[in-house]
């Protein structure tokens, strides 16, 4: 069982630790580069705020006892719509994300044991909506290290980095044959923040091919 209130603790502190590392940022730095393919700090910045709208339609759909889409129209939907919003101000697109995570958060908050008991529908298919503030997490932890600006994933907090590795190490073991199980040595022998990049697709580990995990 997720423990929820630890987890939407965390999703709510990366949202603030995100706001505020945004502080500052000029409309030159959101139309440079990130560290995600041919997408700029523009292009991430709105797919964390499009992914907070999504995440708040599974959940307010729970609350009416229904199962709601997280992004109607699929990826074509999601990616236009990530186009359309990445050439914005700086300014325009701090309000978005911050605006978008408040209203999550509210979206959270309003929850009931039901709803909490529900499910929603991702681009990957049904997901309980008690797994949502950890995935939450996640997202804003690895997409504001993505930016490519002074967060990495060496900033990532600790809990964060306990939690997803072992969520990450049981899907590897899944992946893997009977008797096969197991991390490799190598990813064994760096820190548990490097495992967790490398398991992500985030960083890389001399002598290892890409985890493969994450596509």
């Excluded at 997202?139 to 990495?152: I, P």
């Amino acid at each position: 069982m997720p423990d929820r209130d630890r987890e939407l603790r965390g999703a709510v502190e990366a949202h603030r630790t995100l706001e505020h590392s945004l502080v500052g940022l000029t409309d030159a730095q959101a139309r440079q580069p990130s560290l995600l393919p041919d997408w700029t700090v523009g292009h991430v910045l709105t797919h964390i705020a499009r992914n907070a709208d999504g995440v708040r339609a599974m959940v307010e759909g729970a609350q009416r006892g229904e199962v709601a889409e997280m992004y109607p129209g699929g990826f074509e939907r999601r990616n236009a719509d990530i186009a359309r919003g990445a050439g914005r101000t700086a300014e325009a697109l701090i309000d978005d994300v911050r605006m978008s995570a408040a209203r999550l958060e509210l979206a959270f908050e309003a929850n009931d044991d039901a709803a909490w008991d529900g499910e929603g529908i991702t681009v990957f298919g049904p997901a309980r909506i008690d797994a949502l503030p950890l995935r939450r997490w996640r997202e804003v932890e690895v997409h504001h290290a993505d930016l490519g600006l002074a967060y990495s994933w060496r900033n990532w907090p600790a809990e964060y980095v306990r939690l997803e590795l072992a969520q990450l190490t049981m899907l590897w073991n899944s992946r893997r044959s009977m008797g096969m199980t197991g991390l490799p040595d190598a990813a064994l022998a760096v820190d548990e923040h490097h495992r967790v990049a490398w398991l992500l697709g985030r960083a890389t580990i001399d002598g290892l091919e890409p985890a493969g995990l994450m596509g």
